[in-house]
């Protein structure tokens, strides 16, 4: 499901990334002026086509004719860079649209970033996107380049360098300084760039463009996004499904993981923030992997893009090195990235210490300095652990060892004959340089990441993405039509009960009763122990009013409880509208669930469950999802929280039925995603979840309507 | 308290950092076996003393006279390097002590790390050590340096490139790899180092040693230590608090965080793993600031010693970018390590305002492109930051932007003048080069780190360091003298909480009776209800008996129950012998703790303490420290579990008396402590702690003998 009047992500962009004629509007004689530099970088960096400078005033520019106006143009360009101040920007966009141009790149800063009035001159840029077709890249973006074709639509400053050679990573990036930091980056470790794009305030072209756009590019092996924010969802999770059927890894650097980094990022895009975690869900169906880091970024990338195809095929993970204490850091790191590390047969340990008899033959493998001492040594050893039945990834670390001739002579050839014989697991290495070794071994098909960590963390991002690829595509989640609810009527625990209930989540059966003796009478015919709840659609939390009261015995304590409980509620809401008091069976055991939907701003209607009390409240261990989930995500969810020993019967506690509870936080899910338009939240607390094959039931329910969270 | 009969930490080490003369036992014409590199390092970096190769085949060594013997030698050397076989290693180092020499470098390996013959040769060596006083460092370690002194007793690789430049840095490592790999990092980044100081095995030189030695060297203004493991408690306690004493700070890189690392230390180092959460506390209370890698060690060593006496007064910071997407990145960083985020006051905000009317003036502030159009913007952005009252520390973020002549012409000039302004505050940089730039900034007192991640980090730790400056020395926790326990009369619930009352742990009232009327009558004057429980030496765990009955409300109560537990009991372990059975009252309400102790293999008694129920069980929210603990460590480690707001009133909950719990968790790492030589765990489930004001009492008490657990 995409936004419906807007091109499917991705499509237009071509003239963008392929012109084959530019021109710059504002173009300056001044190389360090924005309208001057790419007038200089596409002739520096040798672009083919046509460069066309357009400044009224001047009769050239940097050495090329300059034009006065776009109708002036030989012709039509496929791509105008708009570099004027952001009050002409809009002509000049109409100007270009009149000429024929169907693709343009607005640097112009001074939009929405600005606020409100930003905002309308902003929305007047994305009007013409609609109203002409052109599509626009910006404004306040540093544009966008294609490293093969020449072509130069920006004015970063990384660029006043070099360009990063042409190779497999597509840089997609809403803001510019951090997707031209990762070129830079790229440039510096002599990493291959395909293109880069940056969309920076999105009027039209959005970050889903450009990962759609590069999911289809040839050029383009792996996909490196970032991400700031989201102004249209459907749109992201279909360019990440075209990546995924392509398939080519994307992978993210989401930014504003926490409160503070959310907070600056809605003051620097304008944009609502959504929930950092439902960002993590999406990534998640979509098999994208997520980084913390520009380092990262580009060190998952360039990993997956020389891995190809042979990404590992687990995380058993085999550690090698020359030094315990190099070997104890990597097994603390590797640890805590979520790698295996399985012990060696007995068979292999035996073929280690042949070799080297003074090693240590677990895992990590230290091999000592004797790995260093001739070829044969690190070949029978590399061979011992790649022939292993436990290992799908072999993690070599080496420090800076190949800076010493000898050993570098050892090492390489080794690698080299090692990697061609076994194709079918990861041969990795952690190594500090040097550039040349390393792209020599790069070239070989091994992975080479500097640092412990960085190496460790790469590894770990590999598996995800190969346990991406395999996964199935996530089927739709069916939703059959539902009638509309009135929301003025879900206001009562019953009411929300019942529409609950409608939508497949088990609730007790309980009944509405308006006196004393009715509710004895409902009590015995529902069974002792009972609970008794006032309900009143003025009181969305009972317990606060003393309207809840719990395991009453037998028809006397209820009676008196009803009398006292009214008494109270009366006492703490005298205004409060009274529409009687629930009568429901007191069930005990079991394990509580707090079990919600809400309404995020980007995500639109998401999930959240967790275990009831100080679980989530305090340890914040909850899981959100957007709505709507299946069951094995319910479950999944689940599985996710620290607490799931305590459902899945830890320390002789009987197992939970987490089928029932999964089956509950679907139907919940699916309830929200259904009734989107009338439902902002619904809170269920406790969901009681009962030993396996007894089922879970909503023991509490509360549904607020839209009208109520404007 | 240092163990006895071994040198004071440090004592007798100046002749391995300071020696003027050096015999190379061992010497080799080949300078790449490790009995040629320290005579050719030697000479090849000018040390200015006497180098003398030992090697009875050979007349000259490397262009050197050799001599036949260590007897041979012109004189006794201050420094003997041993470079020969282990077999031979003895010999040598009894020679060298015949001939006069206080201190030896054992290279050889062969020794502990083979298990327990190679531990009984190195006993040998350490012998030697404690006859002649003469101090070992090794064996199977990569030696020492002092690199201002040239004093080279090294095989280190890492020094067939370059030495570092003389600085401040102190490493001390117990790996060689990693002690070599942070020297190399060092040099890369022109990083200065004073001493390089391997410990290896350490027959008799321990890391304690080489840390205290550190502290008190005048070379040194900050050490960098690394750990694997510590065989000696005492000692490296005492290291620290002399470092502390020196106000050097200290920097730890301990390995072996995970379960996977330290077992591969203790694979690697033949010694037992400490917990690590101990090591933690002991940092903590010594000041010594713990990191995650060697790039992290150098990075806040080096920043530390940047510093010098100007650490951070707070952790208040403001993050200053020039860009929106790196001020997100910035903030989940600097949010993610504990720093605070003030926004500016209104009048900072309006001052940049005023020079930069599209910045973003709260926390990060953002001051976009402008920030290095013109010196005096800067200048005017960074004093109004600066004069801030909220603001401790300022991290200024430029990524590559002092690669660009032009703006590092802008920000060095404005950078300088504020550094010299604004002496009481600290002013960082999170920047990517280039190094000249770097140095430069370095040299005016900026710490500059290259990366997000990594320069918050620092800054953190910058922080830590400066708390513990700040913080008091801790006093040692008074121990009066206990009388001896008899391990076999604690086996009881009973006996354990009667000894536990009196080392000041609060108990109930509570009566051991031998039949139902005594019982009955015992809940009488205890008060109604109450709890039954049976008491047997043989059944530490009554609850899996069926040995507990609770909430008995009266005589009749307490009468069926009596038998009717017994009679399960008797059951369930018909050989156990019973005792009695124990009458308690039953309380209600409060938040039960667990707290207990047990003995670390390293630090020995430790005291835990958690949440009860799956908290401690599931979540493993638990806090320890090695006891005794006083009262505040005890409230810092309530304070540190994750689930502290459930003691501390979350929520509507009654806060919990933090006092009363304090001073049980103090009372029971005292009597560990005590009485370490008969107890070997305590284990008190529940610890209840009871509303403010109305103390806790331990409702279940086990200790375990020490002779239970050999």
Redesign the interface.
Known sequence: MVTAGRAAPGAGLDAILRPRSIAVIGASQDA?KIGGRPVQLLQRFGFPGAIWPVNPRAAEVQGLPAFASAAALPDAPDLAIIAVAAEHAAAALEDCAARGTRAAVVFS??FA??GAEGEAAQAALGAIATRTGMRILGPNCLGAVSVAERSIATFS??L??ALPPAGPLGIA??????GS?TM?LARERGIGVSRFLTTGNECDVDIADAIAWLAQDDATKVVLA?L?TCRDAPRLVRALELAREAGKPVVVLK???????Q???A???GALAGSDAVFDAVFARTGAVRV????ALLDLGHAAAVCGEALPRGRRTMLLT????????L??A???VGLE?PAPEPATQRRILSVVP?A?A?N?V?ATAQMGARPEVLVEILAAILDDPNCDALLLQL???L??P?LRGVFLPALKAMREKHTEKLLMLSV?GPADAVAELTALGMPVVD???ASTATLAGLCALAEARRAPLPAAVALPPAAPLDPAALRTEAAAKQALAAAGVPVLPERVVRNAEEAAAAAAALGFPVVLKVVSPDLPHKTEVGGVMLDLGDAGAVTAAHAAMLARVRAAAPQARLDGVLVAPMLRGGVELILGTKRDPVFGPVVLVGLGG?FA???QDVAIRPAPVDEAEALAMLRSL??F??LDG??GRPRADLAAAARAVAAVSRFAAQQAAAVAEVDINPLLVRAEGEGAVALDALIIPREDRP
């Open positions: 360090t800063s001074g970033e600005l400053i990384v006043e360098g990036s809403q803001s510019g300084n951090l930091y830079l970032v700031e930014i504003g993981a926490t409160a503070a980094g907070a600056a990022a003051s620097h895009t913390r880091s520009v380092e020359a030094s315990g204490g190099f070997g104890v850091l097994a603390d590797a640890t805590a590390l003074f240590s677990r990590p230290d420090a800076a060892s800076y010493v000898r500090h640092g412990v960590d100080i409240e305090i340890m620290r607490a020993p305590v830890a320390r």
